[in-house]
């Protein structure tokens, strides 16, 4: 947590002092202040002061604190913030914050041909006590030609394959840091031998692992043919990690309810969708109203992975909580239409097609953020999805709890799924299309996790 600058704490203090705050409480409200500076910079709440002050009070009352420390801690607040005209522009960001901070996703801006959509609740990462820029290869650099060439072609060819936005950012960290090495070599004068010399000094020089050296291989690949439109090479001769033979985690149904009794709605009901449906985390947190048909118990996946589209089967014991949470968006979504706000975040074209879906009901998101993202560009208020950052904390936390001797991400959820379905003597094809796997050799995987049943089970010699 970074210190009050002292600017602040001595105009905060007189404040208290003129306001006749008891010496006994001051202590307190100051500690108040330092909590919300703190959770300013991890949580981006909006920009309304009421809005931050409201989400704070939560924050509090989540963790426990009781209703005298939530009302000293509004009251805090509510002198630090008559103190903020007061305060210098640099001040605010010796503290690590603005004075107008609009909620959008931390980074650059993005090129308009891959523009992200922003996210209101992830704050940008800390990196050595510095806020670390996971859009930074966006960024303009010394070089306008990789910027343009590069940077800008790149963005522009993965926007008309609809690759997802964690392909651009990959694919253009990589060609960053392929700048970085040949030190801002014209684009012009790349050639095959450039890139045999980056991934030799990536495998030998970094000794980075497989699955990093295959992904920087694959992103020089498409940056040549599809953005320099130039001849790749073969690059038989350069060294190449072999990838191991990867076994997934599995958690049993106990373990699975364990990391559930310890998570809280509507993070749980994730968890659940994750396990039950056997879904991406990506493709749970983008459900939208109209993706649930409850009579017919069927939940439709449409932005699968590579834009697949798939049904699942509704789990039957958590009907009762998935309507509970329908019910939930529509008090939340009657709540911004009677507000104004514009709506939800639409993909692509829609909200030029149809230009007031994003205000109807089926097309809100089925795990809302609590907080709205604030859009510059066109000075409005739209509601995005829980992000994967808005999961990874409460799961964390939920799986040391739990006291569990397995590595636990939001994908072993889905490993569960297709594992415990091979034990039940399901068909790898069945499986295969529930998980909308393109090729049974992808799923054929989970056979690893199930022990092979014979007439006479096989043992270890330490059995005997």
């Excluded at 801690?73 to 690590?96: D, M």
């Excluded at 990196?127 to 290869?137: L, T, V």
């Excluded at 056997?278 to 749970?284: A, I, N, T």
Aim: hydrophobic letters at 35%; aromatic letters at 10%.
């Amino acid at each position: 947590m970074e210190p009050v600058s002292h600017d602040i704490l001595a105009q905060f203090n007189l404040i208290l002092s003129q306001k006749k705050i008891p010496d006994g409480l001051q202590e307190d409200y100051r500690k108040w202040l330092r909590y919300f500076l703190d959770y300013r910079i991890k949580y981006s709440p909006p920009e309304q002061r009421s809005e931050q002050v409201r989400l704070f009070v939560e924050k509090l009352r989540s963790k426990g604190a009781s209703g005298r420390s939530l009302h000293d801690a509004a009251h805090a607040l509510s002198l630090y913030f008559s103190l903020q005209p007061k305060i210098p522009t640099a001040v605010v960001h010796e503290a690590g914050m603005r004075m107008v901070r609009p909620v959008t996703e931390p980074g650059p801006p993005v090129p308009a041909a891959a523009q992200p959509t922003p996210s209101a609740s992830a704050g940008p990462a800390k990196r050595g006590g510095r806020r670390y820029n996971e859009w930074w290869s966006l960024e303009k650099t010394r070089s306008p030609e990789w910027d343009k060439i590069v940077i800008g072609g790149l963005a522009g060819e993965i926007k008309a394959r609809h690759y997802a936005r964690k392909t651009l950012k990959a694919y253009a960290d990589w060609s960053r840091k392929f700048q970085m090495y040949l030190k801002d070599k014209p684009p012009r004068d790349l050639s095959s031998e450039d890139v045999k010399s980056y991934l030799t000094y990536l495998a030998v020089q970094c000794k980075v692992s497989a699955s990093t050296q295959n992904q920087a291989f694959n992103s020089l690949l498409f940056l040549f043919r599809h953005v320099l439109k130039r001849d790749f090479g073969e690059h038989k001769d350069v060294p190449r990690a072999k990838r191991s033979t990867y076994i997934p985690v599995v958690l049993t149904r106990q373990e699975i309810d364990a990391v559930l009794q310890h998570l809280r709605p509507p993070f749980d009901l994730v968890v659940k969708l994750l396990y039950g449906c056997g879904l991406r985390l990506f493709e749970c947190l983008k459900l939208r109203v109209q993706n649930f048909n409850f009579d017919e118990g069927v939940l439709t996946v449409v932005d699968g992975k590579g834009k697949k589209a798939r049904t699942v089967p509704i789990p039957q014991t958590i009907v009762h909580e998935l309507q509970a949470q329908m019910e939930r968006i529509k008090a939340l979504h009657d709540e911004d239409v009677r507000a104004g706000y514009a709506g939800v975040f639409l993909d692509d074209a829609l909200e030029r097609k149809y230009p007031s879906a994003s205000k109807d009901f089926i097309w809100q998101w089925f795990f809302p953020q609590r907080t709205l993202t604030f859009i510059p560009e066109s000075k409005l208020q739209r509601r995005y999805h829980l992000t994967d950052k808005d999961l990874q904390e409460p799961l964390y936390r939920a799986v040391r709890k739990a006291k569990l001797t397995k590595r636990v991400s939001s994908h072993t959820f889905r490993h569960s799924f297709a594992t415990h379905l091979l034990q039940a003597n399901y068909d790898i094809r069945t499986i295969q299309t529930l998980l909308g796997h393109s090729d049974v050799r992808t799923t054929m995987i989970y056979t690893h996790c199930v022990p092979s049943k014979t007439l006479k089970e096989t043992k270890s010699p330490l059995d005997f």
